[in-house]
């Protein structure tokens, strides 16, 4: 909370070529916060290079971010849109917290488990550290609600934890967030494996649908989904493939299974699938069209960075500065 207004804050990391996953989990509900919140959305370029970036790639990717997130409705005059490396309040922060986060903690972090099995020739500090930064990500703007996918509601747990500690020791520091995960598109899953989440540094492009893929790769990849042997389209235990489909058909139509099973009964997998197709394809349309917009323009888009880190750095200086007053460190005017 700041100035009595609520705080929402959130981040995309420009590791890769966003999915629908980040869209449906994240970027689509940013927005709902915008006009009775003071809202952050940030593009976490800090926590992309956990694993190895191409550095043309994570520039490239840095910019379609920002374009991304006002394609899907971010008014950059309602929302401080920013590059978290443009606001070095993070690092600093992140630096104070790691002195109150146990290595214990930080040890059960299931993305750390998964993403250390995963990149196992580069189990990097910044890898085991990723939740700290995060912390210091949201606690530096007073943040009350997080908007995100279900897979990050771990580590906004152990932000709160890591706030409250340090609350305990010295009051009245830090607002305590709360994770707010969305009931639709909490989870949305590989199309190849749909035991496992649909990523954006997935090798496999088929077992991803991108923002930006075109109609025809969009509907060609809902063709091709893994399902199972059974015909009827029906949400069941078992059935992981058309369980995901059906949320992802769900997440665009705002039907329920109920009411999906209804509209397919007596229909066969081929034509489920190329409906979700069709609706994920016309729901990306538009944010397409914008998206190519915002991204034409790059001296557009380097002046709201600007004017983002500004608007961000006023806010992300007042609470450090509170920190590092209440902790001990010297401050010189
Ligand atoms: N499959 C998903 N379903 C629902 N929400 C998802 N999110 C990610 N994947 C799904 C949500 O998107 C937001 C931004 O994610 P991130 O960029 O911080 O990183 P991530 O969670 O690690 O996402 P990826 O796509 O899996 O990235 P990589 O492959 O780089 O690790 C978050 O709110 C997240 O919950």
Redesign the pocket.
Known sequence: MFNDQKVSF????P??N??I??Y????RNFSTYSEAYKTFYCV?DG??IT?RQVPADLRRRTYETLALYMACGLDPNKNTLYVQSHVHEHAELSWILNCFTMFGELSRMT?FKD?SAKHADNINAGLFTYPVLMAADILLYQTDVV??????KQHVELARDIATRFNAVFPDTFTIPEPVVAKS?????SLADPTK??????ENVNAVVYILDDRDTIIRKFKRAVTDSDTCVRYAEGKDGINNLMSIYSCFTGKTNEEIEREFEGKGYGDFKAAVGEVCADALAPVQEKFNAFLSDKAQLEAQMKKGAEEASYYARRTLSKVQKKIGFVQVK
Request: charged share 15%; hydrophobic share 40%; net charge positive.
């Open positions: 959130s981040g995309v990391q590791s890769g966003l999915t996953g980040n449906l989990g994240a970027l976490v926590h992309a694993v993305q993403k908007p995100v996918g279900i897979d990050q598109g909490m989870k949305i899953m989440k649909m990523s954006k540094s997935d």
